[in-house]
């Protein structure tokens, strides 16, 4: 086995995935806390559903997507494992600092420092599972990396909606950041950086991009990647408070709905999609790109069946199914990413594809369905939340038509 820096053998890769694995647990459960309490949050604060959009979008998106590019680049020169170590105790620190927020522009700062968090743990975890699997494996375990996104999301609501109905809202930020600071010191002990090439000279940021940049298959697997994420950023935010306003859930109601559905159907769909693709990638590369546009064709149709339903069970069973087809794109789009740029561009080359994908999705998702419930109030009532998650739906079909022009484009640009 390889040496680390430290003298010590090696930790063995699935070791590795598995504390990665938790790290994006943590990553998503704190982006989730604000989405089960957003109700007891307006409630307290006196703010509205677009402002909320902001605070569980914008605000956190801003420089979680812009960060992203310069840590990912420290990350590939000084050590991808420490960056993310740092990263972790920063964004668990913020976290728990929500819970002592007065107001709104208080929490939007709280929420910026997640964000500046967070930039830090993606694309080098993305750049390490890349390292340490050979290509045949590669996007399968970054499905098992990215199970953290259902994971956390339901893990989030579960457990901020028990805390915070046993105590208030506030406590849920501050125990559930408290536990991401404990996690950082096993993460720190078992996953140390292989040594970093000794290279003449690292290539800076600008031809990174300049290199991603002039290949129409970033743009195409980018664009489909963000109007996926801005819907599923979206419904992630505001279907717990949907649960409550629209089907006559309980907080502690709405956090079971949700941590059930990603348990049982985010699971399945984020496997799903790296195995699919490994298995049609080793005969056409192009199968990276035509697995997540099939997934997201479907999404349109079967969400909007769903939101039709006026019953929380049928709800819940009808949601089966698109909610694990969200979470296909993952496994198989951040494989073809580290395809696209030589290994030590990697993390840099990763943080790149967030920018876009974070900036659009995660930035206006929230946003756009509050903003909409807001303008919708008057005709539609407490229904209008309803119909604004049905509107977004819609981005779904341009994911799918992105995907599916980045499908040829991918076999000509993928470097081994």
């Not at 693709?277 to 056409?284: S, T």
């Not at 035509?290 to 079967?302: N, Q, T």
Request: net charge positive.
């Amino acid at each position: 086995m390889a040496e680390a820096p430290t003298g010590k053998s090696e930790t063995s890769p699935n070791v590795v995935l598995a504390m990665l694995l938790l790290v994006y647990t943590f990553n998503f459960l704190d982006r989730q806390i604000l989405a089960i309490v957003a109700q007891p949050v307006k409630a307290e604060l006196g703010i509205s559903d677009t402002a909320m959009g902001l605070l569980g979008g914008l605000a956190f998106a801003l420089l979680y997507a812009t960060m992203a590019i310069p840590i990912g680049l420290i990350a590939d020169r000084k050590g991808r494992a420490k960056v993310i170590t740092i990263s972790l105790a920063a964004w668990s620190f913020f976290t728990a600092l929500c819970g002592l927020a007065s107001g709104f522009w208080q929490l939007a700062l709280c929420r910026l420092g997640v964000g500046i968090g967070e930039a830090g743990g993606v694309a080098p975890s993305y750049a390490i599972v890349a390292e340490r699997f050979p290509p045949e494996q590669r996007a399968r375990a970054l499905s098992v990396y990215s199970l953290g996104a259902p994971l956390g999301v339901g893990a989030g609501a579960l457990f901020g909606a028990m805390i915070a109905s046993a105590v208030n809202w506030r406590a849920a930020f501050i125990v559930l950041g408290l536990a991401g600071l404990l996690a950082a010191y096993p993460f720190a002990r078992l996953v140390r950086d292989r040594p970093i090439p000794q290279l003449t000279e690292h290539p800076p940021v600008g031809a990174v991009f300049k290199r991603l940049a002039g290949q129409p298959a970033f743009w195409f697997l980018s664009f489909g990647a963000s109007m996926g994420s801005l819907c599923a950023y979206g419904l992630a935010f505001w279907v717990p408070t949907l649960l409550q306003r629209s089907y006559g859930l309980s907080l502690i109601g709405a956090g079971q709905f949700v941590g059930a559905l990603q348990v049982l159907a985010g699971v399945a769909g984020m496997l799903a999609g790296g195995v699919l693709a490994d298995r049609i990638g080793k005969g056409d590369r192009a199968g990276y790109a035509r697995v997540p546009a099939i997934a997201y064709l479907l999404c349109f149709p079967s969400l909007l069946l769903a939101f039709m339903m006026r019953d929380a069970t049928m709800l819940f069973v009808l949601l089966l199914l698109p909610s694990g087809l969200i979470y296909v794109w993952l496994g198989p789009v951040t494989t073809a990413i580290q395809h696209l740029v030589p290994a030590q561009e990697r993390a840099t080359a990763s943080a790149c594809f967030l920018l876009v994908n974070n900036g659009l999705g995660l930035g206006l998702g929230s946003l756009v369905i509050g903003k909409a419930s807001d303008l919708l109030a008057p005709t539609y009532g407490a229904d209008s939340l309803r119909y604004g998650c049905m509107i977004a739906t819609g981005t779904y079909l341009l994911a799918g038509a992105s995907m599916l022009l980045a499908a040829p484009r991918l076999r000509k640009a993928w470097i081994a």
